[in-house]
């Protein structure tokens, strides 16, 4: 196996028993990224240099004899939308296609010591569920480059699964690190809202968005967790909760562990493959000993609208900074207002415009009571729904997605079908909850499937234990 393929914590190892240099691994990851970045086009932004003088740095620090953390020396890739200095930032848009920030969001602070391979592709403003609407290229799944990697973080994804990075950061608006994570076998996971800062993280939608980590498996998951979770107070939504050592959770054990099984996500729609890879993964958590126990989550059929109405709302008032005048692209015109309608017409791709206009309609005089006013308040349901169930349940277990990885062209023409993509997803974030994707084999295409599990608010630890019980029986 080359080094490219092993998981963070087989690498940490090999690094402190000098068994390998963090040069080397840099230099192997490099060289994949070289043979497949052309077919993958993982990345926007590649940071070579960077990347071989930070190894070096941890390579000095382990011949001085100092300890290394967990995550130093390993290679990374960032989402585009996570401000870096003195590296660009695009959030694959052409409106910050020159953008360079003067700081660094908090959590690639935190990743202080990993080696960062570059800035990975998304959805233009994480607007997407398949990397297509990236201004600059679409991702590639690499299990099949005909179809896509998923969305908002397919590049993230992509990496991982393709061997141009050991982990990745993503940001999780509806479901976009899970949804990518399940197109291409690997583990994505959505904290807790407010666990993970969000200083840095260039908005969407802001009572959704939420970054997190994509690994090769479950105690990656929990090492990126430990680094970049906790209190921030650039970030007035972060949390205080303690953070615990994620890495205590991976227990193989979920003896007395109660599952939920949501009728509401086996229904019409679900490819029947998913359901029963899904309801295989039941059936095991049940052999192992965890109590599966079928419950109702009434209002998971008004999410997506919900959703659409709420994150469309944000996300115009978020974008409304980009206006020509105090950074990113400018596009001149005859007057101020011309040259701000140039400047969105032409820099903005079709569903970012798309989605501004859907959140300044449900925001409008005479629509804001009937639209937006009315999907808070269904937005509360939901959270209620969850909160009930989780008085019976420990965990609720669902489909990922409702389908495979579709191919690349096959849904741009239908939005409305390709919102739907994100129909398993966007309740976790409506509810602020926390969330795995987890890999549970391939269809009859070879194409990866996956499962999720959803916990309670700030309740990761019982997920992850659940997760890797599942992983290291399989």
Known sequence: MSLYDKTAHELHELLTAKKISAAELTADVFKRVDEVED???????ITRDKAAADAKAVDDKIARGETIAPLEGIPCAVKDNICTKGIKTTCASKILENFIPPYNATVY????????????????????????????HTTHNPHDLERVPGGSSGGSTAAVAGGEAIFSLGSDTGGSIRQPASFCGVVGFKPTYGRVSRYGLVAFASSL????PITRDVTDC????????????MDSTSTAAPVPDFTKSLIADVKGLKIGLPKEYFVKGIDPEIETAVRNVAKKFEQLGAQIIELSLPHTEYAISTYYLIAPAEAATNLER??????????????????????????????VKRRIMIGNYALSAGYYDAYYLKALKVRTLIQNDFFDAFKTVDLCLTPTTPNAAFKIGEMTSDPLKMYLQDICTVPVNLAGLPAVSMPCGVNRQGLPLAFQLIGKALDETTILRAAFTYEINM
Do not use: P, W
């Open 222 to 233: 929990a090492l990126v967790l430990n680094a970049i979770c906790g209190h921030d107070d």
């Open 39 to 45: 077919k993958i086009g993982a990345y926007l932004t």
């Open 109 to 136: 602070d935190k990743l202080a010591g990993s080696i960062v391979i570059g800035k990975a592709n998304l959805d233009e403003f994480a607007m997407g569920s398949s990397t297509e609407n990236s201004a600059y």
């Open 322 to 351: 980009y206006d020509g005048v105090s950074y990113g692209a400018r596009v001149d015109g005859a007057d101020v207002v011309e040259m701000m309608t140039n400047t969105r017409t032409e820099k903005f791709g079709a569903e």
């Open 209 to 212: 968005d939420q970054i997190g």
